[in-house]
């Protein structure tokens, strides 16, 4: 069975940065697709960032392209999520979670999923 667990998230000014965490824990790490989704109030789960199984290739979403950086450490077992120029729309819950599968974007695809951490941004 497959436990994750975030940390990291807070309380930042505009234009900011954050790093979240995701340990991971259970076997088989490195081959899970990896993902990070976030839920502002009111709406849906969306995709953030991925790292692919197959291949270890990164995706992002198009409203943080450029701001974001998603990195893993295979022997610490943890996921990363490196937050710059941080806007107040990206205001959320963040959740890592991990899928069996190489499909990335789709949270529906994912078995197992972190409990979130609160991401505000606000002056």
């Known amino acids: 069975q497959v436990r994750l667990v975030e940390s990291g998230g807070g309380l930042v000014l505009p234009g900011n940065s954050l790093t979240l965490s995701c340990a991971v824990y259970g076997h088989l790490f490195s081959w899970f697709t990896l993902g990070w989704f976030r839920q502002a109030p009111g709406k849906d789960r969306e995709f953030v960032a991925a790292?692919?199984?197959?291949?270890?290739?990164?995706h992002y979403a198009d409203s943080v392209k450029g701001r974001v950086t998603i990195t893993k450490d295979n022997n610490k077992k943890t996921l990363y999520l490196q937050m710059d120029k941080l806007k107040p729309e990206d205001t959320a819950v963040y959740y890592c979670?991990?899928?069996?599968?190489?499909?990335?974007?789709?949270?529906?695809?994912?078995?197992?999923w972190g409990q979130g951490t609160q991401v505000t941004v606000s002056s």
């Open positions: 790292i692919q199984r197959s291949d270890g290739s990164t």
């Open positions: 979670a991990t899928a069996s599968g190489d499909i990335y974007d789709d949270s529906a695809l994912y078995e197992s």
